[in-house]
């Protein structure tokens, strides 16, 4: 794996703000596990991943610090010496409890990509949804899709 699509958004959104002036900042949630994917719609179609697999993806996300990715034990243990990792340490996570989580910092081992010391503070959040139209009925699933 050359680069990883969540560094080149996080470069993106960055470069795009530096461009047009207002602060913009991402956080990206990874996970690695099974997932059920199937198309929604009889007119209209849609592709739609669901499971456990993206309701913890979607945890990291929402649990993230601003500007960066954070990921779970089995997304570090896929990834292997390919990227460099910071250990962010555990976090409460609904449904789940304690889970053990890092930071992806780079595509090469030694060459991180941070933010400039104190630029959390002046950066505005951004959270990709899918619509409620797309969520599973509670009975099928428990958290967000």
Do not use: C
């Amino acid at each position: 794996m050359d680069r990883s699509l969540a560094i080149e958004m996080l470069e993106g959104v960055r470069e795009f703000a530096a461009r047009t002036g207002p602060p913009l900042d991402l956080r990206i949630g990874l996970h690695a596990g099974p997932v059920v994917a199937g198309v929604i719609g009889r007119k209209k179609f849609s592709y739609d991943l669901r499971g456990d697999t993206v309701n913890l993806a979607s945890r990291m996300e929402s649990h993230a610090q601003p500007g960066h990715i954070q990921v779970t034990r089995e997304v570090r243990d896929a990834l292997g010496d390919a990227f460099a990792l910071e250990p962010r340490g555990p976090i409460e996570v609904k449904g789940k409890g304690l889970v053990e989580t890092w930071f992806l910092l780079s595509d090469r081992v030694g060459v991180p990509r941070r933010l400039p010391e104190g630029a959390d503070q002046r950066m505005r959040w951004i959270r990709f949804e899918t619509s409620s139209k797309s969520r599973p009925p509670a009975a099928q699933s428990s958290g967000s899709v």
